[in-house]
Every structure is written in structure tokens, then in C-alpha cells.
């Protein structure tokens, strides 16, 4: 057939929209991105026939080119991954998975109108925090609490409502930088409030603190190391001394936490996360931490203490602007509620289950993996290895949670090119190199995503 002919024959795009397929297409897809594919296609296949090439321009050859590109060009740019990392609270993997009821809560919640902020009992406005309130109270044994967006939002809220144009004392072995640019400093400043570093990176005491309160002193904050550990020839003060402090000075104490654990660690041997409620016991006046961490919710940030400084922040114009949604309003009461029963708690959020698995659950998932991309995978090196994991998103630092991996080795596709195809995939599976190896730690992999990361695994080999 010649160029001519060719051209002649090639669909317009009119014949296309209005084809079966084109009608389909309509059906299903906004019209700006039907209209693009059809075009771009039939663009291309003219392109190839001014240059000479002989593509089949019918109808049925088109649409399928066609019907590739307006998926791509439609698909979801925010969408789900497997996260084969080890990684369990992986912040740049939208840290905690949540559990199915908490789900279905949203989804009822969000589908409809729902009470946010009306007050059933009474007929008239209600509050949207005191749908999280109770249970807070409840299980962290706080006066009072509010929430908020995240916990960046929830200390920058705190430093502004309780001490702009006043002293905060923090040890310089605790000014942090969490990562996104979160650093202690920065957000003092953009509150207001005068930050007054004390003792040295390694040592703080109590009379460096104590040295420093004088008039001008609004708050004593301590912040928890979360993602860094100062070892050696290292001290700081405990918060129950703090606390001390501040009654004696008439100064009110915040504890940033960070992650915020809800869940006793300890019969696990992870002794290094500050219990909430333990906290809060100690007398702190005001305690913040996220929902997204150890707590195995949505992201949030809670602000749990003493009832007067709860309601000055609660007042403050900046709640308003850091203010929690209400989808998770709805996520997070619903992860408070699983905390109410630590047993139940360790079983159905994903966040505790994962960190918590047993070695031995880990080793037999792995040992399922490897044996299913053994059977369907040819030229594969697939091995199973004992390795560490790690909690991540500001939790644990340095806590290396035993576990088993995947390596993947295929002949003649590098280790980054094998990687790149697994994350760039249909769906995409984030792994790691080490050694020249692809890895892959069953830690994280859930069990409904094992037949999906054997296929993804299949066509990034194949
Ligand atoms: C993670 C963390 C924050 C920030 O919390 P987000 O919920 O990520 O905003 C603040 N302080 C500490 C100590 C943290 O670990």
C-alpha cells in the first residue's frame, strides 16, 4: 500500500470519537484526555507514514494505542505502592496503612453530612474536637486536648498560643531537625517565641535549665530525640524533673513527643518510646504528638494537657487556619478508639502489627514469595536472607527490628535497571539495592500484596 493510500485511510478524529470505542472512551473518561490520545495517535501514525513505515492504520489497531494512552494520561498521579522497604512508618510512602474499620468510618462519615460541628443533644453548634476529645481524655488520662492538622502544626500552635514574645528553654541536645525542614529553631521563630538554648549537644542538667528561668521565661519544652540518638558521654534531664522545675518556677513544661506511643513496647524490647499517658502522669502540662507514627493513624497532631492552656490554644486564631478535616476527624477517632484495648490495638493497626510481626511470620512470607516467583519467573536468582528493618518516621532511631529479605539478581538487567522497573511498574514496588542485589523486605509486604508484587516482579524481569 502506498504513502497515499495509507493516509487515506488513517481514521480522522471524528470517525474515532465517534466509533464504539471512541463512545466508550466518552463514557468513561473526561473529554479533554479522550481528545488528546486520539489525537497524539493519530499524529504518531501519520508521523511514521510521512517517514516511510507501513503501520496498520485501521480502526481496531488505533483504538488500542489509543485506549493505552488515555489510561496513562487519566491514571491517578497519587495511587498505592508496595512498600517493600522495611521501612514501617516510611513518610515519603504516606507513613501508616490504615485499618479496614477506620476505612469504612470515613467513608461513612465523608459520603453524606455528617454532626462535625453540630451538637445533636443540644440542637445547635457543636465542636468538631469534641468528637476526639472523650476518648483522648480516656486513654491518655489528659485534663483536656485538641487537634489539629499535624504535629509540626500542633508545636508551632502551641509555641504561638502559649509563649510569643516570650522565653522557651529547650536543651541544645534537643533541637531537632525532623526532615521536610521541620527544625526546632525555624518554628520558634515563626511563632514568636524567643528560644533560649541551655547546656551543651552531649549534656544538659537541671541547673542549666534552672539558670536559665527568669522572668521572661514562657515555657520549658522538651522535645523527644526521635530520629537521632546522642550516645557516649551523653545526659539529659528526665521529664518528671523538668516538671519539678517548672511548679517550683511557676512555669508551665510542653513535651514535644514526636511519635506518641499509645502501645507499651517494652514486652517487645523496645524500651526507647516514651509511653503518652506515662508523660502525662508525670504532670507535664501540655504534651504533642503525631497521629501518623506509632499511633497508626491518619495525619494529625494531637495536643493533650492541662484544661487552661488546652483552651488558650484552642482560641488562638492559628487553630483555625492548622484545623483537622473531617475525613480525619473520622480516621483518627476511629484509631483511638482501636487504642482503647492495647491488645486489640497490637492486632488491627497495621503500624504495630507490622512493627510487632514475628521473625518467624516474616521468614514464612518471604519463603512464599520467593517460592511463587521462583515458579512463575524464569531466570531469576531469588535468595531469602535474615536482615534488619527499621521503624522510620521519626520513631526508633537506632532500634533494628530483625527480619527476612528477598534479593533478586537476574541475568543481564542491572541492579538499578531491575529496581527502576519494579518502582516504575504497573504497580509500583519500592525496594532497595544492597551488594549489587534488588531487596526486597518481607517486613512491610502485606499479605494481600504478595500475587501482585510476584507479577509486578515478573514484569520487571521480563
Ligand atoms: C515527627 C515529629 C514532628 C512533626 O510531626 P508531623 O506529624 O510529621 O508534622 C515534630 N516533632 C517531633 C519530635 C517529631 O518526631
Known sequence: MDQKELLRRLPSVDEVLRSPYGLGWLDAYPRRYVLRAVREIIDFKRGEILEGYTPDVSLDAIATDIGIRVERLTAKRLRPVINATGVVIHTNLGRAPLPPDVLSNVVDVARGYSNLEYDIEAGGRGERYDHVRWILKEITA???AVVVNNNAAAVLLCLSALAAGREVIVSRGELVEIGGAFRIPDVMLQSGAVL???GTTNKTHLGDYE????EQTGLLLKIHQSNYRVIGFAGDVSIGELVGLGRRKGVPVMFDLGSGCLTDLRPYGIHDEPLVHDVVREGVDIVTFSGDKLL???QAGIIVGRKDLIGRIAAHPLTRAVRIDKLTLAALESTLFCHADPEKARERIPVLRILLQEEEVIRRRARRISLLIKRGVENVEVTVEK???QA?????PGVYLP???LTLKVRGVSAQLLERRLRKGEVGVIARIKAGKVVLDARTIMDSEVKLLVQ????AVG
Open 387 to 389: 536482615d534488619e528493618s
Open 196 to 198: 533560649k538554648e541551655v
Open 456 to 459: 509486578a516482579v515478573r514484569e
Open 142 to 144: 489528659a485534663e483536656d
Open 403 to 405: 527480619t527476612y529479605v
Open 211 to 214: 539558670g536559665a528561668v527568669g
Open 296 to 298: 497508626g493513624g491518619p
Open 392 to 396: 522510620g518516621g521519626g520513631a526508633l
